[in-house]
């Protein structure tokens, strides 16, 4: 079985300061993991994605997450938060049994940037 | 850029009632998904559909569900007879291929109210 755990619900930040969510994961198989960014009234948009490849990932608008399989965690940062970040994040997990295997997803985490 | 989209973006419907909500995949797309959410919780999982037959489904995805694809481009989720708790945001999502890894394209949701 597979899980994911956000351990923030809502993370608060000033425009121009770091952004820290957290995600832990659970999965019986090697894991990929993936982070979702949905802003007001749109989809769901992928940020970026682990796949066993390299361990530091980097996605769209300055993200990059980092996968460390000994902390089971898989944390999303970013080095200076700009306004248009505020939306909720999702941290996701999925598993390689089959190619259509579903999305499991974490609670999510509001970000708010304060101007 | 290919973008998922579903109609309508709200649906009001009462309990008891039969609705459909509509989904247009990718167009080179060959897996298609259904997950909802619940308002203040997790984005679940419903169903998979590859080759014109379901692939997997979830313990949500009980008798009163069913999903379609009625021509080459629609895919839809119908709910017979709505309930209370079937009120979610609902996504349709898709993936080019079985492959693994792969990425899942989502629809911005469709708000489904059941009063």
């Known amino acids: 079985a597979q899980s994911v755990t956000q351990l923030d619900s809502h993370v608060s930040v000033s425009e121009g300061t770091p952004v820290l969510l957290r995600c832990n994961y659970s999965s019986s198989y090697s894991p990929s993991l993936f982070w979702y960014v949905q802003h007001p009234n749109k989809g769901l948009q992928l940020l970026l994605k682990y796949t066993s490849a390299a361990t530091l990932v980097k996605g769209i608008n300055g993200f990059e997450a980092e996968f460390k399989k000994s902390e089971t965690s898989f944390h999303l940062t970013k080095p200076s938060a700009h306004m248009s970040d505020a939306a909720e994040y999702f941290c996701?997990?999925?598993?390689?049994?089959?190619?259509?295997?579903?999305?499991?997803f974490g609670k999510g985490t509001r970000l708010s940037v304060i101007a | 850029e290919p973008e998922v989209t579903q109609t309508p973006s709200h649906q009001v419907t009462q309990m008891g009632q039969e609705v459909i909500l509509r989904c247009v995949p990718i167009?080179?797309?060959?897996?298609f998904y259904w997950y909802r959410q619940i308002l203040g919780q997790k984005v679940e999982f419903l169903v998979s559909?590859?080759?014109?037959?379901?692939?997997?489904k979830s313990e949500i995805f009980d008798d009163q569900f069913s999903v379609e694809r009625p021509d080459g481009s629609n895919f839809t989720l119908k709910i017979r007879s709505t309930k209370l708790e079937d009120s979610a945001m609902y996504f349709c999502a898709s993936s080019v291929s079985g492959g693994f890894p792969y990425e899942q394209y989502f629809g911005p949701g469709t708000r489904l109210t059941v009063t």
């Open positions: 996701v997990v999925s598993s390689p049994v089959s190619g259509n295997t579903p999305l499991v």
């Open positions: 559909f590859y080759n014109n037959e379901i692939s997997e």
């Open positions: 167009s080179n797309h060959l897996y």
